[in-house]
């Protein structure tokens, strides 16, 4: 970067820059650069490592004396800090290698709307809904907590009621609106996650969002409260939807399995996996989004514990607003939004993509290949016939679905 930071770095230049590159988080740690996260990639911000004594000294700018004398006897400490004319943030100090380090996260408060953030158009049905889970699974960095914020935003200026969120931390802050949006960050607001849920009933919510069900505990209580007529938001690490069920599963023991199966087939409404993908021109990144909606079909499906065979219910579901990956990946394509090399390198089959993507480009067909023709897709008739017939039944299908082309 250009503007790199000296030695003599203090708390609110810092910010001041973090805020303007846009950036998420800050990383101080002794012996490695300072470096600033934006869009998914780390950057450094100093020209040399951070010395010993650097972080401490940042930390006592900010900290009480009452708050550095629980650092030092418990070894980490979380504070939220909000800054006038810059922005809030919270700072989570801890040792490593008996020196103090220092992660800035920035909260915001400039949502994005689901369009703004091309999110599957069924959503926005879906978090207006009275029960019902939705999930938002993906890597860490995959915009999984900004795709939330996003909804509850939308419910927020649309709906009158209770919008209850469990975080940790905090990422966005709500404005009231339409609703009255209750936030607890475990640690400072709540003890621990467990204690914000057991309380959650009494706060009489119409909309609770739980920053991450990480554990059976919280799952359990997830799914307890899609039960009991609330509309639940929540995240999960999974690469996919079908990985993101398979860990919910195996969460909990083999007796509870069954009931778990029933009580998803009817309590989940949707599940989101993102994937943020590098745009054509380098300079942002765009969703690919894998979409399950638990139709009655879907949920057959899901109460059996089948769930491979979702692949091919996303696939074939865009009339009730599903799409897997690799739409996803060859919608972003065809709109010149991202490269065949990065399509091709998030892609869940790449063999299958790549197929699409010639397919759609060499003949002049660019419509669905998983549209339905006497019975078939048309990715399955090309596909089934015969390597020397394929140019041929493509421009036939080319030929005789001008509609398509």
């Known amino acids: 970067m250009s503007n790199l930071v000296d030695e003599d770095m203090r708390i609110t230049p810092l910010l001041h820059m973090m805020v303007k590159q846009l950036a998420s988080d800050i990383y101080l740690t002794t012996g490695a650069h300072a470096a600033i996260k934006v ?25 009480s004396p009452g708050e ?3 650092f030092f006897e418990n070894r980490e400490l979380n504070k939220g800090l909000a800054l006038k004319g810059i922005g809030r943030f919270r700072m989570n100090l801890y040792f490593q290698r008996g020196e103090v380090s220092m992660v800035i996260r920035h909260i915001r408060s400039d949502i994005a709307g689901p369009g703004d953030l091309d999110l599957p158009g069924v959503l926005m049905d879906m978090v207006m809904g009275h029960n019902g889970l939705i999930l938002f699974v993906g ?19 649309r709906h009158c009621g209770h919008i209850l969120t469990i975080e940790d931390p905090i990422e966005y802050t709500f404005s009231h609106g339409q609703s009255i949006v209750g936030q607890r960050e475990v640690g400072f607001d709540t003890l621990s996650y467990a204690n914000a849920m057991r309380e959650a009933m009494r706060e009489a919510p119409d909309m609770i969002m739980v920053g991450e069900a990480r554990d059976s505990e919280t799952m359990e209580a997830v799914l307890g409260f899609a039960d009991t007529g609330h509309l639940v938001i929540s995240t999960l690490h999974a690469i996919n939807v079908i990985q993101a069920l ?9 007796e509870s399995k069954t009931r778990v199966l029933m009580d998803l087939s009817l309590n989940l409404r949707g599940v989101v996996a993102q994937r943020l993908i590098p745009s054509e021109d380098g300079e942002g990144l765009h969703l690919a989004a894998e979409m399950l909606v638990n139709t009655p079909y879907a949920a057959e499906l899901i109460r059996k514990g089948q769930f491979n065979e979702l692949a091919e219910v996303m696939e074939k579901g865009s009339s009730d607003g599903m799409v897997s990956f690799d739409q996803s990946l060859f919608a972003l394509y065809q709109d010149g939004k991202i490269s065949k090399n990065s399509a091709l390198e998030y892609a869940t089959s790449r063999n299958n993509l790549e197929w699409q993507i010639n397919f759609g480009k060499g003949t002049g067909f660019s419509g669905d290949p998983y549209k339905e023709v006497d019975g078939k897709t048309v990715y399955e008739k090309v596909i089934g016939s015969a390597d020397a017939d394929r140019d041929g039944v493509m421009k036939e299908l080319s030929a005789s679905l001008p509609e398509m082309a």
């Open 39 to 63: 869009r998914g990639q780390l950057q450094r911000i100093s020209k040399e490592p951070m010395k010993p004594g650097n972080i401490r000294q940042l930390a006592e700018e900010v900290l």
């Open 246 to 254: 398979e860990r919910i599963l195996y969460l909990f023991p083999g």
């Open 139 to 157: 890597s860490t960095g995959s915009g999984k907590s900004t795709s939330m914020a996003s909804l509850i935003q939308y419910r927020n200026e």
């Open 68 to 70: 550095i004398e629980s």
